[in-house]
């Protein structure tokens, strides 16, 4: 997380060159190459814009990526991209149906999408003093929740893994050595996006999340395991954080609830440096559970929305900081927006300018508030 106090979640509306590109790359109209060169060319006007707004800490905007977590997931050996008959349910909405589902052992691949992603950020910042190039990767525990979303991939996974433990070791491992060649080509930021506690914490999706277990508290000790499997024995100066979402679709969301369901485990346990916590509307609970976090880690509050244009009033957003620092010194707060803007290619319901405008708010915010750095 960057020394200011305003930040990012990552992911930023897709340009209409990029996405008419992406479908022309689709229809075999223009070659993989072609496709590469007009993501380079948007990534690099995207970067531009991020350092004019005043952020510090700058990402490709997942241009690359056609969603948050599956292209990660596509990324590694011994797992395949597969469609499954209904995609993810939303507030009103369905996705497209891909999915991610076992064909072998897990392992790294060095060359991995997020890696090739990544070495061509940093070619873009390495220059700039000041300037952190962050890589967002999808947790640990979102691949195995993948990995046993619907019987067809549980059935797949028990063809090549007998225990969870097995499982836990590859995966930690095969994330290990993803960090470790983010870290060999100069990244110290790396953000994991996480569902899986924001989905326990909506008691309505426990149902869905809960089948070969007994009891909810299980399945947080597995996601924990999961996660800081692949968080041991990491460089001291390699900066993990992460960020818990509930959704982020179409201007639309998944679950609701607070955290106190999940805080002793994710805030108590998790081994990050940094949380980035949705709470910018009534689904998203109180600030009472950040009591959990452990003395010393730092707290991005999301408290402007990504999922709408209007600008939240900066007095209120003033106001629940204030509020959050009852819990969380307000040394240890940042401010961002509660998701990105495009978790996956289809984007918001915003324009571009709309975004920028979002970032304007947070930067001006938290400058007001804990002084510009500037």
Not at 15 to 40: C, F, G, M, S, W
Request: overall charge negative.
């Amino acid at each position: 997380m960057a020394k200011e106090h305003f930040d990012i979640v990552g992911s930023f509306l897709r340009p209409e060159k990029l996405k008419n590109a992406r479908k022309d790359y689709e229809a075999h109209k223009i070659t993989k190459a072609e496709l590469t060169e007009v993501e380079n060319q948007a990534i690099q006007a995207l970067v531009a814009q991020e350092i004019a707004a005043g952020l510090k800490t700058v990402t490709d905007g997942e241009f690359r990526r056609s969603y948050w977590h599956l292209d990660t997931f596509w990324g590694f050996e011994g797992i395949k991209h597969t469609h499954q008959k209904h995609g993810y349910f939303f507030h009103g909405l369905e996705t497209r149906n891909d999915s991610a589902q076992i064909e072998g052992k897990i392992k790294f691949n060095k060359n991995h999408p997020d890696l090739k992603a990544f070495e061509y950020l940093q070619s873009l910042v390495a220059d700039q003093p000041g300037i952190t190039a962050r890589q967002s990767v999808p947790s640990p525990a979102q691949l195995y929740a993948e990995l046993v979303r619907g019987p067809e991939n549980i059935a797949a996974l028990h063809e090549y893994y007998d225990n969870d433990e097995e499982l836990v070791k590859d995966i930690g491992q095969a994330y290990h050595d993803l960090f470790i060649a983010l870290y060999d080509a100069g990244c110290r930021d790396i953000k994991l996006d996480d569902c899986t506690w924001g989905m326990l914490a909506d008691k309505d999706f426990w149902k869905l999340m809960t089948d070969q277990y007994q009891d909810i508290d299980t399945l947080q000790k597995l996601y924990l395991e999961f996660n800081n499997a692949a968080l041991q024995n990491l460089p001291a100066d390699l900066t993990i954080s992460t960020h818990v979402c509930r959704g982020n679709y179409a201007s639309t969301w998944a679950a609701s609830g607070g955290y106190e369901t999940v805080a002793k485990n994710l805030f108590g346990k998790e081994n990050v440096a940094n949380y980035y916590l949705e709470f910018d509307d009534d689904r998203s609970g109180d600030f009472a559970p950040l009591a959990e976090v452990t003395d010393g880690k730092k707290v991005v509050l999301g408290l402007v929305t990504s999922k709408k244009a209007d600008l939240e009033d900066q007095a209120t957003l003033k106001k629940r900081i204030q509020e959050a620092s009852q819990y969380v010194d307000l040394a240890n707060l940042s401010l961002s927006t509660q998701c990105g803007f495009a978790s996956t290619e289809e984007g918001n319901q915003l324009k571009e300018q709309q975004q920028w405008d979002k970032i304007k708010l947070v930067v001006d915010t938290a400058n007001q508030v804990w002084g510009s750095r500037s």
